[in-house]
């Protein structure tokens, strides 16, 4: 007599062993036709498990996020099944659920546009028969015997890993069968909102020496609404795509002759210095004392840190007169370089270094994205030594830092996350245990909440993470503070402590921005290349209608200038309208119009971004505006 305990703490006693599904009719006929898995003490299973004895249970409908995901895992297959349908030679391989959607792998001839929206088509007509999904259990070498016998090899090798004497499961939906662990919806027809996305290639158990086989994506929601509001957000995503417009606004440009480096251009480089410049005044501000370290370093320096034993896969390295070096992935251990050149004090700590610290890291080609993954980088980084005591001060201030300085960027939703200890990692689990205690007490001090990502710490410590949502609700992790109680030692970095005796510092990694290029290509996609003014490469543009006005606009672009804003002038002999169309396209973010008027009356006619007309005024009341503009960071357009 199974005794089920439910989410809400209540019991239900059956007198007889019964199926998920079983329980769910039993509670309503709503809950019944919602079902579409469950957890059964702890454990997402199908709705026809058969519950024996007693458990606690949770039914799992698409409103749960584990139901999205087997809606998506489940939707995955049935782009096999359709797949395989239309094209029967084609043999599968893999199907797994990814952030917002699915892929699977196939094995056959190159797949066209036209093939996916039949794939597609035929995926909605499988649905529509609303076949029942049954798992089977199988043994699996006679799984094994059976997916060679049907020339699905790959599924065959798949199994034929499974070490022999296990069963291995098996979901058959219409004329289907696949190998899966599940759990899977109860039937196709609970698959509605998905839509096939693209093809892309991939080589078989990701090896580059094995066959190349056609991946599929696709996305899967639980309502119209979610679906048609996630392809809105890919279509403004494209819109904003930051190598696209990084190219039209001339910010920068990339080639192969440099895979994953940026060719900064003029007016791209405007903008770095100006975030550049901002944050040096952060760094001041806040009691950071400037740095720079060389980029190259002996590989012994980089075997004390961890880093050779860590890191080694993702660091560029060089050779020269018999010595191995590593061109550094991060800044960390050269400011201990600096730290230990001198002894030091309780006094002097807590010691807080700043660095924009030009890195390296051998990022594979394939995960290359214009400024947003790269090879070479620009870190804001900066590094506090300090005693165990001044750990959650200083925690806090950053928290409270980080915040502020989103917020002058214009980004006010930030989530915090904290990264905990991976399996590759330096130091004793009492240590990890120290640091963790310490970010979640800083947190707590800073009346923040958090989500925990077990196993995704730096191998040196655990750290926080600010992740910021941008216009289109895209999130973007930027910045860290970790808690390192394991480098400054292995380094050799000591403080002569109150009672005279020697100790090592704590030493916390932070970054604001992250990298710099990085946190560039968010700007331009957030503001679709709009940049607010105090970050725009060219503030104003000033154009006379006729060329009677070129010297008056000549002037005031003179006088712009003097007053410290970024101003073009435009005195071709060009029509205005065609002129302000030019510059509107480059989104600057405002247009200074002189005519016969404006020159006579000593005023400009004053344009914003958007083809809002703010009237006339005097050069001097523009140059106000736009200087209170720049300093409030903020945009009156």
């Not at 290639?201 to 119209?224: F, M």
């Not at 590759?424 to 958090?450: N, P, Q, T």
């Not at 970024?566 to 510059?583: A, F």
Request: charged residues 25%; proline residues 5%; glycine residues 8%.
């Amino acid at each position: 007599m199974p005794v089920i305990t439910l989410p809400d703490g209540s019991k239900r006693e059956y007198p007889q062993p019964l199926t998920l599904a079983e329980v769910a009719a039993s509670i309503g006929a709503g809950l019944a036709k919602a079902a579409i898995a469950g957890k059964v003490d702890g454990r997402l299973v199908d709705t026809s498990h058969r519950i024996e004895g007693d458990v606690a249970l949770a039914i799992v409908t698409e409103k749960d996020a584990e139901g999205l995901e087997v809606i998506r895992h489940s939707t995955a297959h049935l782009l096999a099944y359709a797949l395989q349908d239309l094209i029967p030679e084609a043999q599968v391989t893999i199907g797994p659920v990814i952030e917002n959607g699915f892929y699977y792998d196939f094995a056959c001839r190159p797949l066209t546009p036209e093939d996916l929206a039949a794939i597609e088509q035929r995926m909605t007509e499988l649905a529509k028969k609303d076949f029942p999904v049954t798992r089977e259990v199988w043994p699996r070498d006679k799984a094994v015997e059976f997916f060679k016998s049907i020339g699905e090899h790959y599924k065959a090798e798949l199994i034929a890993a499974i070490p022999a004497g296990e069963d291995v499961s098996l979901y058959r939906e219409g004329d289907f069968i696949d190998l899966c662990r599940g759990p899977h919806v109860p039937s196709t027809g609970k698959l509605k909102h998905f839509k096939l996305m693209k093809v892309a290639g991939a080589y078989w158990r990701g090896d580059s020496k094995n066959e190349q086989l056609q991946r599929v994506y696709g996305t899967a929601w639980a309502t119209k609404q979610e679906l048609d509001a996630y392809l809105h957000m890919l279509e403004e995503a494209e819109k904003r795509d930051h190598r696209k417009l990084g190219r039209a606004l001339d910010l920068f440009h990339l080639q192969e002759e440099a895979p994953g480096l940026v060719f900064w251009h003029p007016h791209g480089w405007t903008v770095w210095q100006e975030i550049e410049q901002y944050m040096r005044r952060v760094y001041r501000d806040n009691g950071y004392q400037e740095v720079r370290c060389p980029q190259i370093l002996d590989r012994a320096l980089w075997e004390k840190s961890g880093h050779w034993e860590h890191f080694h896969a993702n660091m560029f390295t060089t050779a020269s007169e018999n010595r191995d070096y590593g061109v550094k992935p991060m800044n960390c251990p050269g400011h201990i370089q600096i730290y230990n050149t001198d002894v030091r004090s309780y006094r002097e700590l807590p010691l807080r270094y700043g660095e924009f610290g030009s890195c390296h890291r051998n990022e594979p080609s394939g995960a290359l994205h214009g400024v947003m993954r790269v090879r070479g980088f620009t870190q804001d980084d900066g590094h506090i030594f300090c005693t165990e005591d001044q750990i959650e001060p200083e925690v806090v201030a950053f928290n409270a830092l980080v915040l502020k300085v989103y917020k002058d960027f214009g980004f006010h939703d930030v989530a915090v996350k904290i990264a905990l200890r991976p399996e590759g990692r330096v130091g004793s689990d009492e240590v990890w245990d120290k640091a963790e205690h310490a970010l979640r007490a800083g947190l707590r001090a800073s009346g923040l909440e958090w989500t925990e990502l077990p196993g995704e710490g730096a191998f040196y410590g655990p750290k926080i993470e600010f992740h910021i949502k941008d216009a289109i609700g895209r999130s973007w992790q930027c910045g860290t503070m970790q808690v390192d109680f394991s480098m400054p030692g292995r380094l050799g970095a000591e403080y002569v402590g109150e009672d005279n005796a020697r100790h090592v510092p704590v030493m916390l990694h932070r970054a604001i921005l992250g990298s710099l290029e990085r946190f560039i290509g968010i700007l331009i996609e957030n503001h679709a290349g709009a940049l607010p003014l105090w970050l725009a490469p060219v503030q104003a543009v000033v154009m006379n209608i006729s060329e009677g006005q070129a010297d008056y606009a000549g002037d005031v672009a003179k006088m712009l200038r003097e007053a410290g804003l970024r101003v073009d002038s435009d005195l071709r002999g060009e029509k205005i309208n065609y002129k302000i169309r030019e510059h509107s396209l480059l989104k600057r973010p405002y247009l200074i119009v002189v005519g016969d008027k404006e020159k006579a009356a000593g005023l400009v006619a004053l344009r914003a971004r958007g083809n809002k007309d703010l009237g006339q005024m005097s050069p001097q009341a523009l140059i106000e505006r736009l200087l209170r503009e720049c300093r409030d960071r903020s945009s009156e357009v």
